[in-house]
C-alpha cells in the first residue's frame, strides 16, 4: 500500500520515520547527501549575520552546514514535523526551530537574505503555494537555493532498487521508503523546476547537477 499525499499523511510519515532519518540517509546515500549539501551551499555567498531560513529544515542537516561554516549566520528552520524538530532542536541550539507548514507562512514580506530547501518541496502538497510564500519573504535581491533528486537515469535507478531493501534490512517504516521512490519519479526535472519557479517570481542564477546528475542543486534570485 501507498501512501496517499495528503499534509497530515506527510507529517505522521516523517514523524514514524524521525528516529531514523538521518541513519537511514547516512546508509541510502554512502553520506553523499552531506558532501553535495556542503557543496550546494557554497553556491550561496552567506555573510555574518546573513538572515537565512531553512524552509522544510527536517533534522537540521543544511543549517547545521551553514553554521560550521558561518558561526554569526542568523537562521530560522522551519518544518511541520515536531518529531524531526525535536531533533534538530537536540543537534544545535543557535538555531531558532519551527512548527509550521510551509504554505502558510507568518513572517513579514522582504524577510530573508537567503532561503534554503533540500528535499523539502516533493514532499509538499501544495507547492506552488509554497514556492509563492518563499518568494513572499525573501528579500529583493535575495536568493533561493532548491537542493533535490535531479535527472532520472541509470545511477537513481540504482537508487529505487537500494532503498526498498536497505528499508526492509534496517527495519524502516517500508511504507515511508515507498512513498519516497514514488515522489521522486513524479517529480519535475531540475528544467522543469526551474520553469516552475520563475513562474512564481523567481529568476534563475545558477544550477549544480551532483553525483552524475541523481542531485541537482539550483540558484533563484528574487
Ligand atoms: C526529506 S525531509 C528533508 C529534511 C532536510 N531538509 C534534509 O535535507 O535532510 C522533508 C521534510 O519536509 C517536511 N515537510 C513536508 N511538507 C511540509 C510542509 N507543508 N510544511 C513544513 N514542512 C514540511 C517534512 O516534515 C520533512 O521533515
New binding site residues.
Partial sequence: MTLSKT?EN??M???VI?EK??FM?ELISLGQ?RIV?GKSLKMLDIKPHSKIL?????????GVLIKKEEPLADITG????EK??SIARNRIESINFIQ?????LDFPDNSFDFI?????L?????PEK?LYELYRILKPGGEFLH?DFGKKNFFGNIFDFEVPLLAKIFNSNSEAYEY?IKSKKNFPSPDELIKDFEKCGFKFKLRKDFVFGVISAQVMKK
Fill in positions: 499534509p506527510i507529517r510519515m516523517f514523524n524521525a532519518y538521518d540517509n547527501h549539501k531553512d524552509a522544510c529544515c527536517g533534522t537540521g542537516d543544511l522551519i518544518d511541520f514535523s524531526m524538530l509550521k507548514d510551509i504554505t502558510d534554503v530547501m533540500g528535499f523539502g516533493r514532499n509538499v502538497v501544495n509554497a537542493l519516497l
